[in-house]
């Protein structure tokens, strides 16, 4: 059985930095698209960043430059590298796992219908 599960969230200040990690297991990260998402009260779930098969990477708008999307593929586990954090970046953080075609994935690869496998999320709180 697919499951994922992150872990990484905390708290800190604006400038600060966390390391986001997403443990796989019933499945072979390498084999899927990953992504990470972020929801913040009141608002729709949004995808940062993805990665396909071959390490090509996306992100959104307003991560670039801040953010980085990678995997070990040994260690079977997906990480978020976010610097800089400001408060805008506070939300719930979730990994997500797919499997559609990859030009389909790299169109909608944002959108939380291409994905298959989700965690439960971990916290992320900047502060000013």
């Known amino acids: 059985q697919a499951q994922l599960v992150e872990s990484g969230g905390g708290s800190v200040q604006a400038g600060g930095s966390l390391r986001l990690s997403c443990a796989a297991s019933g499945f072979t990260v390498s084999a899927y698209r990953m992504g990470w998402f972020r929801q913040a009260p009141g608002k729709e779930r949004e995808g940062v960043a993805g990665i396909d098969t071959r390490s090509n990477s996306l992100y959104a708008d307003s991560v670039k430059g801040r953010f980085t999307i990678s995997t070990d593929n040994a260690k079977n586990t997906l990480y978020l590298e976010m610097n800089n954090l400001t408060p805008e970046d506070t939300a719930m953080y979730f990994c997500?796992?797919?499997?559609?075609?990859?030009?389909?994935?790299?169109?909608?690869?944002?959108?939380?219908?291409?994905?298959?496998?989700w965690g439960r999320g971990t916290q992320v709180t900047v502060s000013s």
């Open positions: 997500a796992a797919g499997r559609i075609p990859g030009i389909a994935w790299a169109r909608n690869w944002y959108r939380p219908t291409a994905y298959d496998y």
